[in-house]
Structure formats: structure tokens, C-alpha cells
């Protein structure tokens, strides 16, 4: 279950920026996850809320947008996505072997809602 680090590595960020930034609660966290990742949002959702219990992280919501997997080839400039992908990683067009990895492999916080704590009272 790689999702469990995945996840550990993520409160080990937010740890770190809660420090820095002061953050009230923390009411969701929006996180990129690439398709080739291979994770499985139910389990990763799990992992998340097992995680953090009792820490300033309880309670957050986290919320995964899977990205998909897309190439392009350097030779040709084709650029195809993992639905078309038939040639084993070669080019669809040119078949050249030289091809780059646009997308895919994200592990990126997009965002986070954060309860504000600097609220004056009148």
C-alpha cells in the first residue's frame, strides 16, 4: 500500500508549511495525483484520514485530481494520451523511442482550505 507514504510524505509537507504559515484548521486539501502514480483514491482518502487523527490535520477533507498520463514525441512532436497509447511507449506516429513524459506523475498540493483564526470580534 504505497499510498500510505505517499500520504506521510504529504503531512510531513503540511507539517512543515503549518509551521511556517500559522494555519487555523485545516478544512480540505486538494491534491494533484498523476495516473502513473497508481494509487487508489479510496485507499489513499483512507490513509489520509487514519493519518491524521490528532493532529491539526483531523477532520480535512482531501479531495484527488487524477492526472492523466500524456507523451510527446521529441522527434516528431506528436503528443498522445494513455487512451491512445498502443506502441508500448513508442511514438503512435513516427515510432521513434524518443519521446518525454508531459504529465502524469504529479504529486502536488493544488490547494487548501484553511478555517480563518484572525477573525476581530465587535
Do not use: Y
Request: charged share 30%; hydrophobic share 40%; net charge negative.
Amino acid at each position: 500500500m504505497h499510498e500510505l507514504s505517499l500520504i506521510e510524505a504529504l503531512i510531513e509537507e503540511l507539517e512543515k508549511q503549518n509551521e511556517l504559515n500559522k494555519w487555523g484548521k485545516v478544512l480540505k486539501v486538494n491534491l494533484k495525483v498523476g495516473a502513473m502514480r497508481q494509487v487508489i483514491p479510496e485507499v489513499m482518502t483512507f490513509a489520509f484520514e487514519v493519518s491524521t487523527e490528532g493532529t491539526f490535520l483531523d477532520g480535512a477533507k482531501l479531495e484527488l485530481d487524477i492526472v492523466p498520463i500524456k507523451w510527446r514525441c521529441k522527434a516528431c512532436g506528436n503528443e498522445w494520451d494513455e487512451e491512445r497509447a498502443t506502441n508500448g511507449g513508442l511514438c503512435e506516429k513516427c515510432g521513434s523511442i524518443d519521446v518525454e513524459l508531459l504529465s502524469g506523475m504529479e504529486l502536488e498540493i493544488e490547494s487548501l482550505e484553511v478555517e480563518d483564526t484572525d477573525v476581530t470580534e465587535s
